[in-house]
């Protein structure tokens, strides 16, 4: 039996009468980085965000580490949907101290989360002034901050350039060894074969493929045969 941290049970999500989720069933194994790839507008943020608690799902189920999902899983959840939650006018320690205090935790932790991400020697230069790759490392470390099971990454590597997508894939895949599990969702093939572990292909709300990569798959091939045959008829 495969050790699943996560799991989709026909979900679905539905804004008045449109159907944009249609009855999705992902596997997310523990210790894994699950690629979830679409083109924009395909349903993968709608997704996450019903993972993560941000909407409420039509119908389906979420199981999460061998039980339904609720509230209170979102303490073992870490997650970046659309853009990281930074401050602007605070600098790095400030951005993390501002949810140490919220959440409860040992102050100790936000030096633990900037060496994961390698922010330790940004000193008191402001959130507002990083560069785009220093913002999602930094978005990244508040989302460690819990000690999450899950890592969710919503088209983490938009609008960096290519060095600091560099940064983030090489970050990305450290996190299996570290005991937590990656989401990352992305448009883009090439990164996501990169660094996933397997991937579930989204095209107009329907997972049309889901699998393991290996090394001579031609994902751009896949990804087109889904789409041609998923994609919504406008």
């Given at each position: 039996m495969d050790n699943y941290i996560l799991e989709t049970k026909n979900l679905c999500k539905k804004f008045k009468n449109d159907e944009v989720i249609k009855g999705v069933s992902l596997h997310i194994k523990k210790n894994t980085i699950y690629g979830l790839l679409g083109p924009n507008g395909a349903g993968k943020s709608t997704i996450l965000k019903m993972l993560t608690g941000m909407l409420h799902i039509t119908s389906g189920e979420i199981i999460f580490d061998n039980h339904n999902f609720t509230r209170k899983d979102l303490h073992h959840i870490g997650s970046i949907i659309e853009a990281?939650?930074?401050?602007?006018?605070?600098?790095?320690?400030?951005?993390?101290?501002?949810?140490?205090?919220?959440?409860?935790?040992?102050?100790?932790?936000?030096?633990?989360?900037?060496?994961?991400?390698?922010?330790?020697?940004?000193?008191?230069?402001?959130?507002?002034?990083?560069?785009?790759?220093?913002?999602?490392?930094?978005?990244?470390?508040?989302?460690?901050?819990?000690?999450?099971?899950?890592?969710?990454?919503?088209?983490?590597?938009?609008?960096?350039?290519?060095?600091?997508?560099?940064?983030?894939?090489?970050?990305?895949?450290?996190?299996?060894?570290?005991?937590?599990?990656?989401?990352v969702s992305s448009h883009i093939l090439t990164e996501i074969q990169l660094v996933a572990d397997e991937i579930g292909i989204i095209c107009g709300g329907v997972l049309g493929y889901e699998g393991k990569l290996k090394q001579d798959d031609n994902l751009e091939e896949l990804f087109i045969e889904i789409a041609s045959k998923h994609s919504r008829e406008v």
């Open positions: 990281a939650p930074l401050y602007e006018n605070l600098d790095a320690r400030d951005n993390l101290r501002v949810r140490t205090i919220a959440l409860g935790l040992p102050e100790s932790r936000i030096n633990e989360v900037l060496g994961i991400v390698d922010l330790k020697n940004t000193g008191k230069k402001k959130a507002g002034h990083f560069s785009m790759g220093m913002k999602q490392r930094l978005g990244i470390a508040i989302a460690l901050l819990n000690n999450p099971k899950l890592l969710i990454l919503d088209e983490p590597t938009n609008g960096l350039d290519p060095f600091g997508i560099k940064e983030l894939r090489n970050l990305i895949k450290s996190f299996p060894s570290k005991g937590i599990t990656v989401i």
